[in-house]
């Protein structure tokens, strides 16, 4: 199936077989299939090409192991935490800015088990990759974790 699909990016809106996904990734009901899938050899074998080839004009990635399996020579690694209680807190109230009924526990209880999943996993574990900067965002705001980033990216300069 990962074979016969297109991806493409529009400015901020992730395009796939010419359907604009951009919001639907970013739901509860992806938040718990992504890990299962993410673990399963013949799908991260094929999504790497995609990955991949999507980065030949440069981008920016991101995602639990963008460092350590798809873009390992990367000219800047940043591995970006928060606490769990953070970042739960963080997904709460994007859901309710959104509309959507949140529960502050349940996303933190999901939170846990997905860490504790992704960073036990055989297949790309999650963990900062080598000559990656750990970035702990747990005190920072928004802006001040793009300051942070940019800063980093313009010592490369």
């Known amino acids: 199936m990962l074979k016969n699909f297109t991806i493409s990016f529009e400015g901020l809106k992730i395009i796939v077989d010419n359907q604009d996904i951009t919001k639907e990734i970013r739901t509860p009901r992806i938040d718990v299939l992504v890990s299962p899938y993410a673990a399963l050899k013949g799908i991260r074998d094929e999504l790497l ?12 990635a991101e995602g639990r192991d963008m460092g350590t399996e798809v873009f390992p020579e990367a000219d ?5 935490t928060a606490s769990a209680e953070e970042r739960a807190s963080r997904r709460y109230h994007e859901r309710v800015k959104k509309g959507e009924e949140a529960d502050y526990k349940e996303i ?11 960073m036990n996993r055989d297949v790309a574990p999650l963990r900062p990759a080598l000559g990656s900067v750990v970035l702990d965002s747990t005190e920072m ?6 300051n942070a980033i940019v800063s980093l990216a313009n010592e490369l300069r």
């Open 49 to 60: 090409f995609l990955q991949r080839d999507l980065s030949e004009n440069g981008l920016v």
């Open 76 to 80: 800047l690694k940043i591995f970006l």
């Open 108 to 118: 933190l209880k999901q939170i846990n088990e997905r860490d504790n999943y992704d």
């Open 141 to 146: 705001t928004k802006e001040e974790v793009v």
